[in-house]
T-cell receptor, first 119, second 115 residues
Framework: GAGVSQTPSNKVTEKGKYVELRCDPISGHTALYWYRQSLGQGPEFLIY????????DSGLPNDRFFAVRPEGSVSTLKIQRTERGDSAVYLC?????????????????FGPGTRLLVL | AQSVTQLGSHVSVSEGALVLLRCNYSSSVPPYLFWYVQYPNQGLQLLLKYTTGATLVKGINGFEAEFKKSETSFHLTKPSAHMSDAAEYFC?????????????FGTGTKLQVIP
């Protein structure tokens, strides 16, 4: 079946602009995660959704970053007033259940990412 | 707080040789440990995971890892490298603060397989 998809695959923007990054999780997956992967680093947790609500947004670096998941499926990560330091690959993952004890052992399935470049 | 250290950002092995990628973790609670693989232009894929029980965990593509609590290690091995194993490998640790997995990744190790 279809995996996690992310659009756009690449985004180039200018400093100060607003961007939206989209994630389509696997159908039926209730848990959704966003990560940011900077060059030479591993992915860093940004935010976790269970259904429509953001259960943990402790990884968002500042208030320029915001994410929504209004219908419990597609999620959008929004970045205001972009800065050059925001350049990174933004990864989305979904899982059938959030915890390791749940169905599918909570395995997170990752999308290919959106590569954001802020000039 | 939890963290992961991967020793060696780049590892080269000959085709058919043993693959050993090192990972040490730090966690204040019993850890859940993972290895992910990332092929160029593809998403991260779970190779294997340790939750509880048997400390030697087998994953896909012939990889396995052993959880050693005394050494706080979770090294990844494969007896014989194949060209298709060339990729970047990430070790990760998670706890479950609210019944979900909050995963912390290492910085990754790029594996090169030499023909």
């Amino acid at each position: 079946g279809a995996g996690v998809s992310q659009t756009p695959s690449n985004k180039v923007t200018e400093k100060g602009k607003y961007v939206e990054l989209r994630c389509d999780p696997i159908s039926g997956h209730t848990a959704l995660y966003w990560y940011r992967q900077s060059l030479g680093q591993g992915p860093e947790f940004l935010i976790y959704f269970q259904g429509t609500g953001a259960a943990d947004d402790s990884g968002l670096p500042n208030d320029r970053f915001f994410a929504v998941r209004p219908e419990g499926s597609v999620s959008t990560l929004k970045i205001q007033r972009t800065e050059r330091g925001d350049s990174a690959v933004y990864l989305c993952a979904s899982s059938l259940s959030p915890g390791l004890a749940g169905a599918d052992g909570g395995t997170q399935y990752f999308g290919p990412g959106t590569r954001l470049l802020v000039l | 707080a939890q963290s992961v250290t991967q020793l060696g950002s780049h590892v080269s092995v000959s085709e058919g040789a043993l693959v050993l990628l090192r990972c040490n973790y730090s966690s204040s609670v019993p850890p859940y440990l993972f290895w992910y693989v990332q092929y160029p232009n593809q998403g991260l894929q779970l190779l294997l995971k340790y939750t509880t029980g048997a400390t030697l965990v087998k994953g896909i593509n012939g990889f396995e890892a052993e959880f050693k609590k005394s050494e706080t290690s979770f090294h990844l091995t494969k007896p014989s490298a194949h060209m298709s194993d060339a990729a970047e490998y990430f070790c990760a640790v998670s706890d479950q603060p609210g019944g979900y997995q909050k995963v912390t990744f290492g910085t990754g190790t790029k594996l090169q397989v030499i023909p």
